[in-house]
């Protein structure tokens, strides 16, 4: 009988002794505020002075509404392009930094449309796609 007990405990600890993913990831309230960034292509000497004179790229804010486990990465998926875009040039272009925080050059090679940017935001096990989540304008 002693062994019986013996081989129930051995059987039940390695039964528990599974592999539990780590960490976690929730991104259904994930957005920006604002969600949508106006580029000029041509800068307006007045507006744009302190852009133009340090350089300063086009970049978002950081994304809002995204908890999980660190690190984070976020990840450029698609675009689509409407309005006469381009969707292989602002591939080229695009940059996705940290927190979610995307860049174009200053003076960016864009045509005149609307990009409807999709990213990807990950971390050690888990993944969740970011659809439509911002809107570049060239103008």
């Not at 174009?104 to 993944?127: A, C, I």
């Amino acid at each position: 009988m002693k062994k019986v007990y013996l081989f129930l405990v051995l059987i039940i600890s390695c039964w528990g002794c599974q592999d539990m993913k780590v960490g976690y990831l929730k991104a259904e309230n994930a957005g920006y505020l604002p969600n949508e960034l106006e580029v000029r292509k041509t800068l307006d000497p007045e507006e744009d002075a302190v852009r133009m004179a340090n350089e300063a790229p086009w970049v978002t804010q950081k994304i809002q509404g995204v908890l999980g486990t660190s690190p984070l990465l976020f990840e450029f998926v698609s675009v689509k392009a409407s309005e006469g875009g381009d969707a292989e040039i602002f591939k080229k272009e695009i940059t996705v930094r940290g927190g979610g925080v995307m860049e174009l050059p200053l003076y960016t090679e864009l045509p005149e449309g609307r990009y409807v940017v999709t990213l990807k935001v990950s971390n050690d096990g888990y993944s969740e796609l970011l659809s439509d989540v911002y809107t570049f304008v060239v103008k």
